[in-house]
């Protein structure tokens, strides 16, 4: 189960990598959520952080990997299953690219793919758009 968007903005890539390690203002660009927040102060590699969604349970997150100014991954742990989420930046025309990744791994991936992943393409492009709108403002 693997879900990608990328798109290009006129936006430096500083300002897209601020929006996305604002963790407390996730939800100004990603409508899934209600809350977001880390547990320490700094994004880093191993730091844990929290997400309330709109619809669905309180869940934990952490973040497995941490390249500053390039690419960060984060993994949530639910029973049987993990969801990783990658974002990373890149170049193209003098532009900036900015990709988000979503894959799900585990025995009850599928459950979450019938539930929740159909209509998560559809809401990635949009809070891939809703960044970008806040980037170029």
Request: glycine share 4%; aromatic share 12%.
């Amino acid at each position: 189960m693997y879900i990608t968007h990328t798109m290009l903005t006129t936006a430096s890539p500083e300002k897209i990598w601020k929006i996305w390690t604002d963790v407390k203002n996730w939800k100004q660009w990603d409508v899934t959520l209600r809350e977001a927040a880390l547990l320490k102060e700094s994004f880093q590699a191993d730091v844990h952080g929290v997400i309330i969604p709109e619809k669905g349970l309180k869940a934990g997150f952490k973040v497995t990997s941490c390249v500053p100014n390039f690419s960060y991954t984060l993994t949530t742990r639910l029973p049987l299953i993990k969801i990783h989420v990658h974002r990373f930046l890149g170049y193209n025309n003098m532009k900036t690219t900015f990709t988000h990744e979503i894959w799900v791994e585990g025995p009850l991936s599928w459950m979450w793919w019938k539930l929740t992943g159909r209509n998560a393409a559809s809401r990635l492009s949009q809070a891939m758009k809703n960044v970008k709108q806040l980037a170029e403002a």
